[in-house]
């Protein structure tokens, strides 16, 4: 069974940076997706970026030239600098094989 663990939330001051990781365990393919969500109080879940194992990215146009997604076979990170309180949500770790997981969760929390 394909579990996705996440790491590396926290709070942080407005201008400064986060890292996230997510690894993806109990699956010998490669995912052929995977990327971030967020989800702020009161609003949907939303994509941040997706990176595909060809290489591919996709980004957010609120994150665009802040954040930066990346890959190591089936672990993918979140670079995220210039944080602003708008970025203060839960995120969450996608990847996408045959069927679709999601990670538990971790909480960003951008101070102003």
């Known amino acids: 069974q394909v579990q996705l663990v996440e790491s590396g939330g926290g709070l942080v001051q407005a201008g400064g940076s986060l890292r996230l990781s997510c690894a993806a365990s109990?699956?010998?393919?490669?995912?052929?997706?995977m990327g971030w969500y967020r989800q702020a109080p009161g609003k949907q879940r939303e994509l941040v970026a997706t990176?595909?194992?060809?290489?591919s990215t996709n980004y957010a146009d609120s994150v665009k030239g802040r954040f930066t997604i990346s890959r190591d076979k089936n672990t993918v990170y979140l670079q995220m600098n210039s944080l602003k309180p708008e970025d203060t949500a839960v995120y969450y770790c996608?990847?996408?094989?045959?069927?679709?997981?999601w990670g538990q969760g971790t909480q960003v929390t951008v101070s102003s």
């Open positions: 990176a595909t194992s060809g290489g």
């Open positions: 996608h990847a996408r094989l045959r069927d679709a997981y």
């Open positions: 109990g699956s010998i393919f490669l995912m052929y997706t």
